[in-house]
Nanobody, 124 residues
Framework: QVQLVESGGGLVQAGGSLRLSCAAS????????MGWFRQAPGMEREFVAT????????FYADSVKGRFTISRDNAKNTVYLQMNSLKPEDTAVYYC?????????????????WGQGTQVTVSS
């Protein structure tokens, strides 16, 4: 079992920045690939970014590429999502997730563990 707890969400004006954190506990953090997803009201949960076990390889959704940065600190069992140049359409509940597979996964069903989510609201 892996427990994931997100933090860092909040209300920010368009153009602003937020950094989300996701603290993991339980199994060995570095054994898991990590991802960030988001879900707006009435919408399906969508992929945002993912990072390899070592942190050396990242992949982003086109909608956030160049604005968001995913990173991890395996010594602190934490994954981060730095969000810059935020837009109103980035408003959603953001979730971190973990899976132990060997390949990159960008669909929610491929992830084994989920956090409870943190709300991000971007005002225009």
């Amino acid at each position: 079992q892996v427990q994931l707890v997100e933090s860092g969400g909040g209300l920010v004006q368009a153009g602003g920045s937020l950094r989300l954190s996701c603290a993991a506990s339980g199994r060995t953090f570095r054994d898991y690939r990590m991802g960030w997803f988001r879900q707006a009201p009435g919408m399906e949960r969508e992929f945002v970014a993912t990072i390899s076990r070592s942190g050396g390889v990242t992949f982003y959704a086109d909608s956030v590429k160049g604005r968001f940065t995913i990173s991890r600190d395996n010594a602190k069992n934490t994954v981060y999502l730095q969000m810059n140049s935020l837009k109103p359409e980035d408003t959603a509940v953001y979730y971190c997730a973990a899976h132990s597979g060997l390949t990159r996964i960008v669909t929610p069903k491929g992830y084994d563990y989920w956090g409870q989510g943190t709300q991000v609201t971007v005002s225009s």
